[in-house]
């Protein structure tokens, strides 16, 4: 059975940084997975943050650009999402997703901006 575990959510003020954390554990080869980040504020959609290809190839959603960056440690099978310069529209439940012939979803973590 595969777990999607994040952490690193949190309250911070506008323009300071956190790092989400996603671990994966179970019987996958975590290296050959798309891992992407989502986010859903209250009363939104759920949307795609950023995405990285197992040769590394992001993504990211306009609104993050050059503020976010996703990457991964296949060793540790972790992925992460740093945000910098966070504003308070970035607040939401963030969710880690990874994917290859089926996808799994972490439980979510929460990310409040404000001062």
């Known amino acids: 059975q595969v777990q999607l575990v994040e952490s690193g959510g949190g309250l911070v003020q506008p323009g300071r940084s956190l790092r989400l954390s996603c671990k994966a554990s179970?019987?996958?080869?975590?290296?050959?997975?798309?891992i992407g980040w989502y986010r859903q504020a209250p009363g939104k959609q759920r949307e795609l943050v950023a995405s990285i290809q197992s040769d590394d190839t992001t993504n990211y959603a306009d609104s993050v650009k050059g503020r976010f960056t996703i990457s991964r440690d296949n060793t540790k099978n972790t992925g992460y999402l740093q945000m910098n310069s966070l504003k308070p529209e970035d607040t939401a439940v963030y969710y880690c997703?990874?994917?290859?012939?089926?996808?799994?979803w972490g439980q979510g973590t929460q990310v409040t901006v404000s001062s």
């Open positions: 997703n990874i994917r290859r012939f089926r996808e799994y």
């Open positions: 179970g019987s996958i080869t975590f290296q050959f997975y798309v």
